[in-house]
């Protein structure tokens, strides 16, 4: 089982829609949670850290649950901009193995 | 405020050859990564550094891959020889502590 999972999509959502995405991780002592936007031959850029409480900005709402070790991506009147790969990171203890851990990314394109 | 630069943006280069890669980091971050991402994929890391030490380098391929980070500024990541598997795109990253990531534009490595 791959440590940080991730629908790899496509989702083809029109503009306007909602659109929501999971990524689930297997190691329970993972402290910190980030979401990337990555376009298309672009580095991935940071997104929206993700904290226990739940955490909004703007049109993108993320949200933990720790007992289910999965954390999620809610975008709202999609835009034909959010059109990208959208990259879940995982950081466990700072032990220094294995301490960051990428999902393989879910693409979104959000269609006129 | 300059972002994380990296250098050569693309390098072709036959197999057995050798092959670096420059990066440096955002101003004040005292911590630099470097990932290698496939097509398709997540980036994974290679090596990350606080300041000078290398404290996670558990996924570097050390026959054939080595880095450094001599003043605790910029980073040099080299392969020698490099294999036809070795072609990605080699991202650096730069955080101030725990924070978010900042990734820079990448080499992208074509081994012929």
């Known amino acids: 089982r791959k440590e940080v999972e991730q629908d790899p999509g496509p989702f083809n959502v029109p503009e306007g829609a909602t659109v929501a995405f999971n990524c689930t991780y297997s190691?329970?002592?993972?402290?910190?949670f980030f979401w990337y936007r990555q376009d298309c031959r672009k580095e991935p850029k940071l997104l929206m850290s993700?904290?226990?409480s739940g955490n909004e900005d703007g049109r993108f709402t993320a949200q933990l649950n720790r007992a289910s070790q999965y954390i999620s991506l809610l975008i709202r009147d999609s835009k034909l901009s959010d059109s990208a790969t959208y990259l879940c990171?995982?950081?466990?203890?700072?032990?220094?193995?294995?301490?960051?851990?990428f999902g393989s990314g879910t693409r979104l394109q959000v269609q006129p | 405020e300059a972002g994380v630069v990296q250098s050569p943006r693309y390098k072709i280069i036959e197999k057995k050859q050798p092959v670096a890669f420059w990066c440096n980091p955002i101003?004040?971050?005292?911590?630099l990564y470097w990932y290698r991402q496939n097509l398709g994929q997540g980036p994974e890391l290679l090596i990350r550094?606080?300041?000078?030490?290398?404290?996670?380098d558990s996924q570097l391929p050390k026959d054939r891959f080595s880095a450094e980070r001599l003043k605790g500024v910029d980073s040099t990541l080299k392969i020698q020889p490099a294999e036809l598997g070795d072609s990605a795109v080699y991202l650096c990253?730069?955080?101030?502590?725990?924070?978010?990531?900042?990734f820079g534009p990448g080499t992208r490595l074509t081994v012929l």
């Open positions: 550094y606080e300041n000078e030490e290398a404290v996670d």
């Open positions: 993700v904290y226990s």
């Open positions: 990171v995982v950081k466990g203890v700072d032990t220094g193995r294995r301490a960051l851990t």
């Open positions: 190691n329970s002592a993972s402290q910190s």
């Open positions: 101003s004040g971050h005292n911590t």
């Open positions: 990253a730069s955080s101030l502590g725990r924070g978010g990531q900042f």
